[in-house]
């Protein structure tokens, strides 16, 4: 099972053409440029009447700014290009209210849906929901990283958005991925399985997940996934396995997808960490994930890489 929130390949990144600013207007200058607007991180999206089919709302120049936004090349975030006809896609960083009172909001800026919801109905295609989600990173790194962290002073922005630049010292800055392994964990004696539910999950109370935590410096990641199971749940951890990975936007995180073997099974939770943790085996993962345990438990939609690790842990290929 992919997750819904993935690595885009509708677009082609041109990496090693991010600075060279001449390229990057005569993408802008072409009539089938396009841009994404994110008002307070959220893409303005096209949907239908029903609101069960959603997808981005490209906007050329003209329409940018007779929807009332100013057009400023230099604030503009450079996606990529087509892949077919080369057209270049930019996406633009704006708070919410800037787009309710433009002019021209009503009919071009709405509406606007955080990419969270939009994952979890499951209205808008995979790869509109990883374009949205390499833009939303994006603009957040830039929304944190306006002054530089050496000496205080104004970064700029470079290499289409890749990079800020201070103009003082200036230290470039580029955008960061917190590398975080998230993990099932498998009683091989058993055939269970260990998920937690977390205080974060307050209003979903019936909502059990797989454990996750951030790498730390100088840690590997068996390591890590080992640490964080004991420190979160008080079992022990011997043999990981990587899974697979997924990119995730909330706000720029890595998920690295890991199966690990649990060498004991007596749970002592850490109430900092989780609230619950228990174990539970294929047939209650199944019933969950189709939304039919007695318990009304239930699991991470397919939006999340927790369902695919889940998923494969249903069909006994771990």
């Not at 892949?83 to 800037?98: D, K, M, S, Y």
């Not at 890749?162 to 964990?185: N, Q, S, Y």
């Not at 990587?242 to 990119?247: G, I, K, L, N």
Request: overall charge negative; aromatic content about 8%; charged content about 25%.
């Amino acid at each position: 099972m992919t997750p819904t929130i993935g690595t885009s390949t509708v677009l082609d990144r041109q990496g090693l053409k991010r600075s060279d600013e001449d390229f990057l207007a005569k993408l802008l200058a072409r009539p089938d440029a396009r841009l994404m607007v994110l008002a307070d991180q959220k893409p303005v999206i096209l949907s239908n009447k029903d609101r069960t089919e959603a997808s981005i709302r490209w906007l050329s120049q003209d329409e940018l700014k007779m929807a009332g936004l100013p057009f400023v090349a230099e604030e503009l975030l450079f996606l990529g290009t087509e892949r077919v006809g080369g057209a270049g896609r930019f996406a633009l960083g704006v708070t919410e209210h800037r787009t309710s009172h433009a002019p021209g909001a009503l009919d071009m800026l709405r509406p606007v849906v955080d990419l969270r919801t939009l994952a979890m109905h499951g209205v808008m295609s995979p790869e509109d929901l990883s374009l949205v989600g390499q833009a939303k990173a994006l603009v957040h790194w830039h929304e944190n990283a306006r002054c530089c962290g050496r000496c205080g002073g104004t970064t700029l922005i470079k290499d289409g958005g890749w990079k800020r630049k201070c103009w003082a010292c200036g230290l470039e800055h580029f955008p960061r991925t917190d590398p975080v392994v998230i993990m099932l964990v498998i009683d091989k004696a058993s055939g269970r399985c260990l998920l937690g539910h977390e205080s974060r999950f307050a209003k979903q109370p019936k909502m059990y997940s797989t454990l996750a935590g951030f790498i730390e410096y100088g840690e590997d990641i068996e390591h890590a996934v080992q640490r964080e199971v004991h420190e979160e749940a008080g079992i022990e951890v011997g043999e990981v396995k990587f899974h697979s990975t997924q990119p995730w936007p909330f706000p720029y995180s890595l998920m690295i997808g890991c199966i690990g073997y649990a060498k004991t099974t007596d749970i002592r939770i850490n109430p900092d960490e989780i609230e619950e943790a228990r174990w539970f085996t294929r047939d209650e993962i199944a019933q969950m994930a189709a939304g039919k345990h007695p318990q009304g438990w239930w699991i991470p939609g397919k939006q999340a890489i927790a369902c695919a690790l889940l998923d494969s842990f249903v069909k006994g290929e771990v």
